[in-house]
């Protein structure tokens, strides 16, 4: 099956340093990829549609300053929390859809990155 | 519109007996339906999909789950709980189109009691 490579797992900052989290498919290419956030006992929440080539698509409310998206190749997109918080702490998973399978909604996830900000 | 609920925020079962985690959905063009499972600290793993095929879906560890229409439910069973099934699962809801766009569900917390 399809595999979706994320890291780090986990990652601890200080508050005002950058983070970046990536997200590999490692056998398939991956022309859209999602970056979603969860909150302790939550479901997830998508933060932004990633497209190879182009920018990042934000959901409303999801600062695209603060949440750098990059996706500059078919395997390979990168999320940034840029100037992290405490408040930035939290569970972070991408996801991706296969080529062929994207029509019915099928996603494949990473492991999720937990930032903790100090 | 789409939308997808999960009507218990958490189950406790017994371990052996039955479990039933439910989804009711709604949508306006011929739904995708999905299980995903989530362990502590991990991503998420396709449990089963429906996608217009047969109703009765099967999936991985012995879960299926029933689509029918005429209740908007998709809802997950297995008949003998393991320990191992502890976890989060969430339905989700993709409506089959070129702009297809994914509706998560809040999540069920199974619980196995030994």
């Known amino acids: 099956g399809a595999v979706v490579s994320q890291h780090p797992s986990w990652v601890i900052c200080k508050s005002g340093t950058s983070v970046k989290i990536e997200c590999r498919s490692l056998?398939?290419?991956?022309?859209?990829m999602f970056w979603y956030r969860q909150f302790p006992k939550q479901s997830l929440m998508l933060m932004a549609t990633s497209n190879e080539g182009s920018k990042a698509t934000y959901e409303q409310g999801v600062e695209k300053d603060k949440f750098l998206i990059n996706h500059a190749s078919l395997t390979l997109s990168t999320l940034t929390v840029t100037s992290a918080h405490p408040e930035d702490s939290s569970f972070y998973i991408c996801s991706a859809s296969v080529p062929g399978l994207a029509g019915t909604g099928e996603l494949f996830f990473g492991e999720g990155s937990r930032l903790t900000v100090l | 519109a789409q939308s997808v609920t999960q009507l218990d925020s958490h189950v406790s079962v017994s371990e052996g007996t039955p479990v039933l985690l439910r989804c009711n959905y709604s949508s306006s063009y011929s739904p995708s339906l999905f299980w995903y499972v989530q362990h502590p600290n991990k991503g998420l793993q396709l449990l089963l999909k429906y996608t217009s095929a047969a109703t009765l879906v099967k999936g991985i560890n012995g879960f299926e789950a029933e689509f029918k229409k005429s209740e908007t439910s998709f809802h997950l069973t297995k008949p003998s709980a393991h320990m191992s099934d502890a976890a989060e699962y969430f339905c989700v809801v993709s409506e089959r189109s070129s702009a297809s766009k994914i509706i998560f569900g809040s999540g069920t917390r199974l619980s196995i009691r030994p």
């Open positions: 056998d398939f290419q991956a022309t859209t």
